[in-house]
């Protein structure tokens, strides 16, 4: 089993990994997520199987515990000093329980970060995609626009057809008049 510092520095590895290829190139990112979330899962695992045995280790040595103090505090006179080191002993046991809690509590932590890291890159394919968006319809708007102006010459030539069409008229009557 790698240790939790070896652990973190693979997904940090391959987290950066991920973001340096995602900012360089653009690319399918479906075997890079996989690889985090691999190395986060043998973290995981490792972490639990870790606690794991930390507390099957240390169920047997406090119910002996227990029992011994029972029947030094019967059977003895030194009981209590007895009693006191076993209490040490329970302590310090309770201290090592307490570092892997801090411990667990710090690989929620480093989930959140990795979580947030997600999400913004999701943000940042959102914004990206809503970028392709707004050049189509500025492309639309100036179809439209091209469109429009189109309409307009067309409406133009019209005006002007009429126009040379009646001096045509007018030209005509001019010379049957004359």
Same mark, same amino acid.
């Given at each position: 089993?790698? &240790?939790?510092p070896e652990h973190f520095n693979a997904v940090l590895q391959i987290t950066f990994l991920a973001h340096v290829?995602?900012?360089?190139?653009? +690319?399918?990112? @479906?075997?890079?997520?996989?690889?985090? *979330?691999?190395? $986060?899962? %043998?973290?995981?695992?490792? /972490?639990?199987?870790?606690?794991?045995?930390?507390? &099957?280790? =240390?169920?047997?040595?406090?119910?002996?515990v227990l029992l011994l103090v029972n029947l030094i505090v019967v059977f003895s006179d030194d009981g209590s000093?007895?009693?006191?080191?076993?209490?040490h002993r329970l302590l310090l046991d309770a201290e090592v329980v307490n570092l892997e809690a801090r411990l &667990?509590? /710090? #690989?929620?932590? +480093?989930?959140? $970060?990795? +979580?947030? @890291?997600? /999400?913004? /890159? !999701?943000?940042?394919?959102?914004?990206?995609? *809503?970028?392709?968006?707004?050049?189509?319809?500025?492309?639309?708007?100036?179809?439209?626009?091209?469109?429009?102006? #189109?309409? #307009? *010459?067309?409406?133009?030539?019209?005006?002007?057809?009429?126009?040379?069409? &009646? !001096?045509? %008229? =007018? $030209?005509?009557?001019?010379?049957?008049? $004359?």
């Amino acid at each position: 089993m790698l &240790s939790f510092p070896e652990h973190f520095n693979a997904v940090l590895q391959i987290t950066f990994l991920a973001h340096v290829l995602f900012l360089d190139v653009l +690319v399918d990112d @479906g075997a890079l997520d996989f690889l985090v *979330l691999d190395e $986060i899962v %043998k973290l995981l695992v490792d /972490r639990l199987l870790q606690l794991l045995v930390v507390v &099957s280790v =240390l169920h047997d040595p406090v119910d002996c515990v227990l029992l011994l103090v029972n029947l030094i505090v019967v059977f003895s006179d030194d009981g209590s000093e007895f009693g006191n080191l076993l209490g040490h002993r329970l302590l310090l046991d309770a201290e090592v329980v307490n570092l892997e809690a801090r411990l &667990s509590i /710090r #690989l929620v932590e +480093v989930f959140e $970060i990795v +979580v947030e @890291g997600v /999400r913004l /890159r !999701a943000e940042l394919e959102d914004l990206l995609l *809503l970028g392709c968006d707004g050049a189509v319809e500025v492309l639309d708007l100036v179809v439209e626009d091209e469109l429009e102006l #189109l309409e #307009l *010459l067309g409406l133009l030539f019209q005006a002007v057809d009429f126009l040379l069409a &009646s !001096a045509d %008229k =007018l $030209i005509t009557l001019a010379n049957l008049c $004359i």
